[in-house]
């Protein structure tokens, strides 16, 4: 074996959204980080829809840039049409998304990363891990390089035994024109991990210069955007809409006869695709009674005439997509200068991580993004940060950082992955939190900012910026905590509040439905003082205030569990008294603590009981259980 | 008064079925002092047993005469501030005791090892002592298990079945609305249905609990009706089981003329004995109306015993539950389900025991079956209040708020129908709309 060219702290494998935000996150902690990407040119490209956000996503893209990440300042500069989504809805549930300059997206994430001190990119196909007893010592290249580091982070999203399937050819892939990694797959086997096999599809892709633009309705963005980034301050290039077309019967009776060529229903695909992203063959099959589908038609770039048809992912042979998607309104001569299709590849059961995504077979050895069964740009993203900040704090001799379900939608998303595993491609839902109301897109930067600030990953500008907003938001809270009126004073003023003759403070009759900012800065023209940005934030905990207490109950006994860690020897196969069902199902998720122990399906009081006792007794006869820096 | 960092006071009942003159109740957790003032007025002095009224915060009702026992934590079992509530014996009186307790705020009833799971929190306990203690939260866990089945047997357990359906279809379309607002596949008219579903499960669930419970059938006891031809040793039956003189006894036929009650409690299970005329037509006018008393009595009764002496007929006329008892075995009666002597007291503790068999099966028994029940209207009240709540609110302005009570509202079912979580939600929402631009 080659003696290792050079040394790192942190090598991270992958350039897509997991692998970028992992590099730029243990950098920023000051790690001496590798990025190694098979074509440096392809670093941040987005292999799917051109778009970033949405509900659910936009929640974890504002998460990612609480803590200095990648993802939302490059949406800034690349978004060409922004959307908050459910903006007549409650402010909990409001998401921020954006159609994206496919290109300009990519540059902005390379000019990101270039500027990034402690980072080195390195073009070249990672093959297989240098392991030292068990443990990750470096990486070594398929030309034979190797380098060595204690942490190596791999975010391969769908390259680990990549198939492309378009009708009844197939083709190894990792993404359309790129490698498969094949040697590190083989690598992987090697190690025992448990692998499983998932499948995502793309749509064809459309030459916007063949589609009759006049025929369509459109899709504008909204008139006032709403950024990503807290450092952002304006839209940065010309802002286009969107055509919205429609499938019709005719392109479903093309469909369905062309059904036994599609790879779905062949039997050639036996990866598992996600419920919310089907392909238009499993909307026709599906939703049979339906004559059409709404499709929109959203270009890839200000002067890239490539249009992305959001709708109809496929893998029907190339023939059948041009015959159905030419039967559609506005499509009738199009081009397609990309066929669609489905890709099957390799994750690893998420079960087999740490709540730091740090692999229990392997240390140092942690894993990011669609590895893990996710989908999605932002969940990639999110997951990447993450690991590229244990991947980090491993080199640095330090403990591992688990988000927890209170504090952000990154937690949620880990907690369910490495606690119940995938049966689909994971995707984020608002819905998925039972901490909706805490957890919003508005208020993401004063649920991370303090970590990010503890663990070194904040710049000096996003430093400033943070403190500046959080003083901003005590002093509005202690000038409406400090005023006040009585039910009749209140009435004076026009505000009906109830004649119990309680003086209220100006937050709290804040809290009433029918009260708005307006009416108490009648009362304290003051008020007009705090900016409109605070006063967005201040009326929405006014409004929530009488749920955010009742959910604080939850929260205290979720983290009393929480707080009690199982030991990190415990052999649960070991335990007398748990039924050997459970017992295999809690050595496979091996919980961290009795929180997450109580979440594992089908788990019983007498179960947790046992495991009380086992925790309990591991505290009182010092053996430590691994300490793990709650965020 | 109560810090949110606490956990909830719990109670449950620690004295297990049987016939037992006191049940005891135990209450663990931060504020049971608290919980004592409002329950007991004063509290009384650490860990001395000190009579008092406990009365029903709500509208100042006596409940019963107890004995209260306070232990301050943490040298307690749980480790936490306790306290010891002995009531006296009868089951309605630890129903309302229950029923009162769970009404207090932040104040609900102990799940499945939960006292031990506090002791052992607490360092209160070891490891050996526990894992002695596993297979007991599992007998327990599962008795609740049981129970929670038996009550989704029949038509409230359809009901239920049905509410939990409701409440996920409820959800799904409100989350449609949130999560999928931009798909072309949900409508503005899901946040309306989900409103629909909501109130319609709320009603039921509303005159489910309007409905009289089971506690007064177990007041009113399990009623026992003698029956069998004249002399068939019917009365001599129940002065050996009542072991006093309840009813004229007498060699002669057709002594007995009204029908008289005995009340027996047969471990801790209510259990009345009705004797009754001897079936036999007869035209005397003042036994004939003892024949009709006694046959309207078996058609109020939930067992006959049916008296058979040497050589007397089998019941042939009787619908309902009938156990054929052979009396007088002192003069060699060997005929039906049991036979006994009423003079040698042969048979008597058979009988006794096979009484409070179907005693319990049909009235419930043991102290596990009244919480059960408790736990399940406590279940039913709050999901009702969470979903009047989220009737109350403003479903397009708030739909995040309106599922959040949707939410809880599950939660709370969930506890009577084994839990909704998300999945459930995600499945019906992506079986029933074409999600996915």
């Known amino acids: 074996m080659n003696s290792p060219q050079s040394r790192f702290d942190v090598i991270v494998v992958g350039g897509g959204h997991a692998g970028t935000e992992a590099a730029a996150a243990a950098a920023r902690m000051g790690a001496r980080t590798a990025l190694v990407t098979q074509r440096i040119e392809t670093i941040g490209i987005m292999s799917c829809n051109p778009a970033i956000g949405g509900l659910g996503k936009g929640h974890l893209v504002r998460e990612i840039d609480a803590l200095d990440g990648i993802m939302g300042r490059a949406a800034d500069a690349a978004g060409i049409q922004f959307r908050l989504l459910n903006r007549r809805k409650g402010p909990a549930v409001r998401g921020p998304r954006t159609q994206a300059d496919r290109k300009l997206y990519r540059q902005a994430v390379q000019r990101l990363l270039k500027a990034q001190p402690n980072l080195t990119l390195i073009e070249g196909e990672a093959d297989r891990l240098l392991l030292d007893d ?17 942490s190596v982070v791999l975010t391969t999203g769908t390259f680990l035994n990549g198939l492309i399937h378009c009708g009844e050819h197939t083709e190894p892939a990792g993404r359309v024109g790129d490698r498969p990694s094949l040697g590190l797959a083989a690598h992987l086997k090697e190690l025992a991990l448990p692998l499983g096999r998932l499948k995502t599809g793309t749509p064809a892709r459309l030459d916007g210069r063949t589609i009759h633009w006049d025929r369509l309705e459109w899709q504008h963005g909204d008139a006032e955007p709403e950024l990503f980034s807290e450092l952002s301050t304006r839209v940065a290039v010309p802002q286009i809409a969107c055509g919205i077309t429609t499938t019709t019967p005719e392109a479903h009776e093309i469909i369905r006869a062309n059904l036994h060529r599609a790879p779905m229903y062949s039997g050639q695909i036996q990866g ?78 998420p079960r087999a991580l740490d709540p730091t995504l740090e692999l229990r077979a392997c240390r140092g050895l942690f894993l990011a993004g669609q590895i893990n069964g996710t989908t999605g740009y932002e969940e990639a993203g999110a997951q990447g940060l993450l690991a590229g900040i244990n991947a980090a704090r491993l080199a640095g001799g330090q403990d591992g950082v688990v988000v927890d379900r209170t504090k952000a939608y990154l937690g949620v998303m880990i907690d369910d992955l490495v606690t119940q595993g995938v049966t689909e491609p994971y995707r984020m839902f608002t819905s998925r939190s039972e901490y909706r109301l805490s957890l919003r897109s508005d208020n993401a930067d004063e649920r991370l900012g303090p970590l990010g600030e503890d663990l070194g990953l904040l710049s000096t500008e996003r430093r400033a910026h943070f403190t500046a907003k959080q003083n901003a938001l005590r002093h509005a809270m202690t000038v409406l905590g400090e005023r006040s009126l009585t039910p009749n004073e209140a009435a004076a003023q026009g505000i009906a509040l109830n004649q119990d003759g309680r003086r209220r403070t100006a937050f709290e009759i804040l809290s ?38 009742r959910q604080e109950r939850d929260i205290a006994a979720f983290r009393r569990d929480e707080d009690l860690a199982l030991p990190e020897s415990l052999s649960f196969t070991s335990i007398s ?23 594992v399906e089908g788990i019983t009081p007498a179960a947790l009981t046992l495991l009380v006792a086992h925790a309990k007794a591991a505290q009182r006869s010092k053996t430590p259980a691994r300490s793990l820096h709650e965020a | 008064m109560t810090n949110i960092n606490d956990p909830d006071v719990i109670f449950a009942p620690a004295s297990g079925a049987g016939r037992a003159a006191v049940s005891i ?41 107890a004995l209260v026992l306070w232990f301050p934590g943490p040298a307690s079992f749980t480790g936490e501030d306790m306290a010891e509530l002995h009531c006296h014996g009868g089951r309605s009186v630890l129903a309302s005791v229950l029923r009162v307790l769970g009404q207090l705020p932040g104040c609900r009833p102990a799940d499945a090892g939960e006292f031990t799971r506090r002791a052992l929190m607490n360092g209160r306990m070891t490891l050996d002592q526990v894992e002695g203690l596993a297979d007991l939260i599992d007998a327990e866990t599962e008795a609740q298990r049981r129970q929670a089945l038996r009550t989704l047997e029949g038509e409230t357990g359809q009901a239920v079945r049905a509410w939990r359906d409701a409440i996920i279809q409820a959800m799904a379309l409100m989350e449609a609305a949130i999560d999928f607002s931009d798909e072309s596949d949900v409508s503005d008219r899901v946040i309306a249905d989900s409103r629909a579903v909501a109130q319609s499960i709320r009603d039921q669930i509303e005159s489910e609990l309007a409905k009289p419970q089971r506690p007064e059938r177990l007041r009113e006891g399990y009623r026992v009706v003698l029956a069998g031809p ?11 089981l009542a072991r006093r003189e309840a009813a004229i006894v007498s060699p002669i036929a057709g002594t007995t003329r009204d029908v008289i009650e005995v009340h027996l409690d047969l471990g801790g299970v209510p259990v009345i004995l009705v004797d009754t005329a001897g079936l036999r ?22 067992l006959v015993l049916w008296l058979r002496p040497p050589d007397g007929d089998p019941p042939s006329y009787i619908e309902g539950q009938v156990l054929v008892v052979g009396t007088k075995a002192d003069l060699g009666n060997s005929d039906g389900d049991l036979t006994l002597s009423a003079q040698s007291g042969v048979g008597i503790d058979q009988l006794l025991a096979l009484l409070q068999q179907r005693a319990e099966e049909t009235v ?31 479903a397009e302005a708030f739909a995040e708020l309106v599922a959040e009570d949707l939410r809880l509202a599950a939660r709370a079912l969930g506890r009577i129908t084994g839990e909704v979580g998300i999945e459930d939600v995600l499945d019906r929402l992506f079986a029933g709309f074409c999600i996915g631009k």
């Open chain 2, 25 to 65: 109740v135990r209450v663990s957790g931060s504020w049971t002092r608290a919980v004592l003032e409002q329950v007991c007025g004063a509290v009384p002095p650490p860990r001395r047993a000190s009579v008092r009224r406990l009365r029903d915060p709500a509208d100042g009702s006596e409940l019963d005469q």
């Open chain 1, 134 to 150: 068990g443990r990750v010592a470096g990486l070594v290249l398929s030309d034979g390089r190797s380098f060595s580091s204690p």
């Open chain 1, 272 to 349: 598992r695709g996600p419920r919310y992203c089907p392909s238009i063959e499993d909307k026709v099959v599906r939703f049979a009674d339906k004559t059409n589908h709404q499709i929109f038609l959203e270009p890839e770039g200000l002067d890239d005439p490539t249009v992305y048809p959001n709708g109809i992912s496929t893998s029907l042979p190339v023939d059948v997509q041009q015959a159905f998607i030419r039967a559609m309104p506005g499509l009738e001569d199009v081009q397609i200068i990309r066929p669609g299709y489905a890709i099957e590849y390799d994750y690893v059961d």
């Open chain 2, 230 to 240: 004249p002399n068939a040793g019917k009365s001599t039956l129940l002065n050996a």
């Open chain 1, 512 to 549: 009433y439905p029918t009260v708005s900012w307006g009416d108490l800065r009648r009362v304290w023209p003051e008020l007009g003082e705090v900016p409109e940005k605070i006063v967005a934030r201040v009326e929405t905990d006014a409004k929530y205030a009488v749920y955010l207490d």
């Open chain 1, 577 to 599: 008294g748990l039924s050997a069902e459970l017992s295999v199902k809690l050595e496979t998720v091996r919980p961290r603590t009795l929180g997450q122990a109580s979440r």
């Open chain 2, 281 to 302: 037509e007869s035209a005397d006018v003042i036994e004939q109306e003892g024949i009709r008393r006694t046959r309207a009595s078996i058609a109020e009764s939930d």
């Open chain 2, 364 to 394: 419930g028994s043991g102290a596990g079956h009244i919480i059960t029940r408790e736990r399940h209207r406590a279940a039913l009240i709050e999901t009702r209040d969470c979903l009047d709540r989220a009737l109350a609110g403003d």
